[in-house]
């Protein structure tokens, strides 16, 4: 297992990460797994034996079930790895039970803290942009948790290139506590991220954390073109998380995933997991699996190294066309760009 250091902070990451929203499994949570507590003490022992350093939770997570099952399956072992969990989601039917005031962010982590059975949050994610409450408020929570030793470090997730770019201000202004890392969703099946979030992580030093790289199982191998998935799997039209907008650049992409991991002797998920890794910027890529054959097979992706052939092949049937300004900076401004425009551009110009 590779570590890889947590944006501009000391920490050093494995490079994959356990996602545990499967633990619990009630409500929403329920399509992605039912774990039980003797479930996710052998998924984190499988994990830890494969050198996984980071469990990553939430409190919505089958609403503060995910991370009970986490502390106690974790038990004495706590100090062993490193916790990552969120706020921002709707945790009560109360006006003020969701979001990121300095009310909701204080009691919120004082409740996770309770169910992890912890004294402090190795890295405590904002879950999604609030546009209503001020980022001086929500940093100012944060960094009181930081100054109170039960927060180690910030990161932000699912948030606009623009949301970090002024949290990131707000900090550097304010002398405030600065997010770390981005956990957002990066893979084969939509590449969205490439076009601002990966830049401004390589920009501002953002550690990466990938959610669902997979595509929710999309890129497992599974769903082909023409062929049957295996009972109880869903259609493609039923997928929000992510949206399938072109069937047949997906198809085509699981094909390659396929030929790479069947002259590899891999799966295609391996494949896939393994293409994100490798993407400028990126710290880890988190995996929560239904079953522990899932989870020991997506592990085994860490030893995986694509080869230069492998990646363009990838690369260009999964490319998507360059958004404005791009195009027209590809065009005309190829004598002055950064490294952080050389992550979407490079490929354009030349």
């Known amino acids: 297992m590779e570590y890889r250091q947590l944006g501009r902070s000391g920490l050093r990451v494995s490079t994959i990460t ?31 034996d494969a050198g996984v350093n980071l469990i990553d939770t939430a409190d919505v997570y089958s609403n503060g079930l995910s991370e009970e099952i986490v502390g106690q399956a974790l038990g004495r072992d706590r100090e062993d790895v490193l916790l990552a969990t969120k706020v921002r989601m709707p945790m009560g039917e109360g006006p003020n039970d969701a979001g990121l005031s300095r009310h909701h962010i204080i009691r919120a982590a004082e409740a996770s803290l309770r169910r992890l059975g912890t004294d402090h949050i190795d890295l405590y994610q904002v ?24 927060v180690r470090y910030i990161g932000a997730s699912n948030y606009a290139a623009w949301h970090l770019m002024k949290a990131l201000g707000t900090s550097e202004h304010t002398g405030l506590s600065r997010f770390v890392s981005q956990q957002i969703y990066y893979s084969l099946q939509a590449r969205d991220a490439e076009t601002e979030l990966v830049p401004v992580s390589i920009d501002q030093g953002l550690g990466i954390l990938v959610w669902s790289p997979l595509a929710g199982g999309l890129l497992s191998g599974k769903y082909r073109r023409g062929v049957d998935a295996p009972a109880g799997s869903r259609h493609l039209s039923e997928w929000d998380e992510p949206p399938v907008h072109d069937e047949d650049k997906l198809y085509a992409t699981i094909e390659v995933l396929v030929d790479i991991g069947a002259a ?20 880890s890529v988190i995996v929560g699996a239904r079953t522990e054959d899932q989870l020991t097979d997506n592990l085994a992706s860490a030893e995986l190294a694509l080869t230069d052939n492998e990646v363009s092949r990838l690369d260009e049937v999964s490319a998507q066309p360059l958004l404005y300004p791009y195009w027209h900076q590809a065009k005309t401004s190829a004598d002055r760009l950064s490294p952080a425009d050389l992550s979407l551009l490079g490929r354009h110009i030349g």
């Open 18 to 48: 356990l996602g545990t929203m499967g633990f619990g499994g009630t409500g929403w949570a329920s399509a992605v797994g039912k774990i039980d507590v003797e479930g996710a003490r052998r998924q984190i022992g499988l994990a830890r």
């Open 127 to 150: 879950h999604e942009w609030d546009g209503q409450t001020p980022l001086e408020e929500t940093l100012s929570a944060l960094d009181a948790l930081v100054q109170a030793g039960k």
């Open 264 to 283: 590899r002797g891999v799966s295609a998920a391996q494949i896939a997991l393994a293409y994100i890794v490798g993407k400028p910027a990126v710290t």
